[in-house]
């Protein structure tokens, strides 16, 4: 019997056509587009060789042999006080950033270069800088360096976060555990992600682990969409969720780093929680939307508009406040000094209000000196307690309303997960007051390792008890 031939198939395999159907994207023409913006960044700290932080042979062998640090001396002076010390750099952080501009401009997170004493620039044709740091805003995680290229530089194509869908894929580009020039794929997982941060983030499946902090996320247009900053982890490896900064939101705070080093940000004055489902029903809002204002700062710009403790904030310059999050974000993206309508949900009444919005500097650039700044206030030690803590000045003393206590200013996991947060005041530890951090520190030390002790916390205006367990 004649007839055409019939194509011989592979056991498994997939016609052609089909292939051109459901097969997965390429990513190569992306990578070689965008991969030459994208920077190696390792950060160094000066530590004087013999003030006793000396490290085990152990960790000096790795940081002679991978890094290529200077070994001192073992026998080096423990030294006095009088004694001279010689400062020696070593490597504190390994990240990533890109280039947003041919004259050097770069973006990259704050925590990457925090702390930092120097900052190393590497290039994908294995060219190193020094950086300036231009500056830095914690609250965003967003910061800016540049370095001095003396031939134009690649920089990447910025896009718009506003446009990003769930579902479409994305590429992260970075140095996972500081190997440069990665690339992993995935699909944004989800936007607008709430995590407790000043900013929503675009969440994604794509595996970000550390020093992937910085690295932009960009779309299979090419643009860059985002800088990925954080991940959710259980063993501080990537475990299928990250998180990135939406770009809009950090070309704005870009902008002004570039323009004065530091961001300037509208504030109103109050504290504010989450309207729960329960509140919006008994209220009449029909669904669990708003923000509701807690505390009223005294003499602020809310106070001074007539906002009361009770109120829900529903619309601020004519924007929605769905979730509570987003009403410090849209204070925060209006200028100073403008005087903008705010309606509130007042005894199931509707009331608009005329707010003259006040200014809140977050990080001023290094070397400004803030308002009402008096001398650097003492920081507490690692304590069992797991809570780093600063005194207060006279100034943050009138404005908490209080006469002493220290504040909250880092928490580690456990004191964290027991409730006590950044921003609390601690009044007492047991039945001790607290007025100083040495005296702070001085009533941890004698803590028993393991028993809980009630600490007595300022959290706005009003008091609380916190169970901590010190640990060693």
């Not at 965008?34 to 013999?50: C, D, W």
């Not at 682990?209 to 860059?224: A, F, H, K, Q």
Request: charged share 25%; with cysteine; proline share 6%.
């Amino acid at each position: 019997m004649t007839g055409a031939a019939v194509p011989v198939q592979a056991a498994g395999s997939v016609p052609q056509q089909a292939c051109v159907a459901c097969g997965l994207p390429d990513f190569t023409g992306l990578v070689e587009k965008s991969g030459p913006s994208v920077v190696n960044i390792r950060t160094y700290k000066k530590v004087a060789v013999g003030s006793g932080d000396e490290m085990d042979d152990q960790t000096r062998e790795l940081l002679r042999r991978f890094f290529g640090v200077p070994i001192p001396a073992p026998d080096a002076p423990k030294g006095g006080k009088d004694a001279p010390q010689d400062e020696e750099e070593r490597p504190t952080g390994v990240g990533s950033g890109f280039i947003i501009s041919p004259d050097g401009y770069i973006m990259t997170n704050a925590h990457v270069v925090d702390g930092a004493d120097e900052i190393m620039v590497t290039l994908t044709d294995k060219r190193e800088f020094k950086a300036k740091l231009i500056g830095a805003d914690k609250r965003t995680d967003v910061a800016l360096v540049k370095i001095d290229a003396k031939q134009p530089l690649p920089a990447v194509q910025i896009g718009d976060s506003a446009k990003v869908k769930v579902g479409e894929w994305v590429v992260a580009i970075g140095s996972p555990f500081g190997l440069e020039n990665t690339v992993t794929a995935g699909i944004v997982s989800a936007k607008g992600r709430d995590t407790g941060d000043y900013t929503p983030f675009i969440q994604t499946d794509v595996a970000v682990n550390p020093g992937n902090s910085g690295g932009p996320l960009i779309d299979m247009r090419g643009n860059v969409i985002g800088i990925n900053s954080q991940i959710y982890s259980r063993t501080g490896g990537f475990m299928g969720i990250s998180f990135a900064i939406p770009i809009d939101e950090a070309m704005r705070v870009v902008e002004q780093l570039k323009k004065q080093g530091y961001v300037v940000r509208g504030k109103i004055g109050v504290q504010i929680d989450a309207v729960s489902r329960e509140l919006a029903e008994s209220l009449g809002l029909g669904q669990a939307r708003g923000a509701l204002v807690r505390v009223v700062e005294k003499g602020g710009a809310a106070d001074k508009a007539g906002v009361q403790v009770g109120d829900i904030v529903t619309s601020f310059n004519g924007k929605p406040v769905e979730r509570a999050n987003d009403l410090p974000r849209l204070v925060g993206e209006t200028k100073p000094d403008a005087t903008v309508p705010m309606q509130v949900l007042r005894m199931g009444k509707t009331v608009t209000l005329n707010v003259k919005v006040g200014e809140w500097v977050m990080d001023k650039k290094p070397g400004a000196k803030p308002a009402e700044e008096q001398k650097p206030e003492a920081v507490s030690k690692a304590n069992a307690l797991g809570v780093k803590v600063i005194d207060l000045n006279e100034a943050q003393k009138r404005q908490l309303g209080v006469s002493s206590g220290v504040l909250v200013e880092a928490v580690r996991n456990g004191a964290a997960r027991d409730g006590l947060r950044v921003g609390d005041v601690i009044l007492a530890v047991g039945n001790a007051a607290v007025s100083s951090t040495a005296q702070f520190n001085a009533i941890s030390a004698q803590l028993p390792v393991g028993k809980q002790v009630a600490v007595l916390v300022r959290r706005g205006e009003a008091g609380l008890y916190i169970l901590l367990r010190p640990q060693n």
